[in-house]
């Protein structure tokens, strides 16, 4: 099966711009994730959807960082404006249930860097 | 709340050397999930293994071999005859089954390199 999907692989932009992160999650998992990853350390929930709601952001930082799953398969991550701390990789994750912690299935990434 | 702790921070072996990699972690759910990630270089998290918290089974896998044990809430994770293919940094993580089920919590990571 093909894997979880993101685009850009990379991307470089000054502080207060902003900037969008896509993920395309595998075919008929329910659960999507977005995580980041700061240099140095492990990956941090921001956000999960179940099919295209809402089930946690308690840590996404919601005056600059919003996510979207409208049809509840792809997703969009946005951070507007960046902060010079919002250098980091975006990693998207998905899995097949989210009741019973199937194993969570990761995309390469989105490197970010806020110059 | 969810802790998972990984002391070593880098760890340097020398091709066909056996290496363990510790990771304690903490939680107050009865039921939970302890998994194993790898990153290589490529930045892509690949997932090695999920144990529940009712199995304390060691599990072996080729060269891969893990270490569960509840008393010291303790999940190690050892190569046999490590490889350089095996450089990556490892994760650590736990899932519960409470508030933020399903959020996997990561510890901080230990860089592995295997020299030739």
């Known amino acids: 099966e093909a894997g979880v999907a993101q685009s850009p692989r990379y991307k470089i932009i000054e502080k207060r711009q902003s900037v969008a992160f896509w993920c395309n999650p595998i075919?008929?998992?329910?659960?999507l994730y977005w995580y980041q990853q700061i240099l140095g350390q492990g990956p941090k929930l921001l956000i999960q959807?179940?099919?295209?709601?809402?089930?946690?952001d308690s840590q996404l930082p919601k005056d600059r960082f919003s996510a979207e799953r409208l049809k509840g398969v792809d997703s969009t991550l946005k951070i507007q404006p960046a902060k010079l701390e919002d250098s980091a990789v975006y990693l998207c994750?998905?899995?097949?249930?989210?009741?019973?912690?199937?194993?969570?299935?990761f995309g390469s990434g989105t490197r970010l860097t806020v110059v | 709340a969810q802790k998972v702790t990984q002391a070593q921070t880098e760890i340097s072996v020398v091709e066909k050397e056996d290496v363990t990699l510790d990771c304690v972690y903490e939680?107050?759910?009865?039921?939970?999930?302890l998994f194993w990630y790898k990153q290589p270089p490529s930045g892509e998290l690949v997932f090695l293994i999920r144990?529940?918290?009712?199995?304390?089974q060691n599990e072996i896998s080729g060269r891969y071999s893990w270490n569960f044990q509840k008393s010291t809430s303790s999940f190690n994770f050892t190569i046999t005859a490590s490889q350089v293919v095996d450089s990556a940094v490892y994760f650590c993580?736990?899932?519960?089954?409470?508030?933020?089920?399903?959020?996997?919590?990561f510890g901080t990571g230990t860089r592995l390199t295997v020299i030739p």
């Open positions: 959807f179940q099919n295209n709601g809402v089930v946690d």
């Open positions: 993580a736990l899932s519960g089954t409470g508030t933020g089920a399903n959020n996997l919590f």
């Open positions: 075919s008929g998992h329910a659960t």
């Open positions: 144990r529940n918290s009712f199995d304390e």
């Open positions: 994750a998905s899995s097949s249930y989210s009741g019973f912690n199937y194993g969570y299935t």
């Open positions: 939680t107050r759910d009865t039921t939970y999930y």
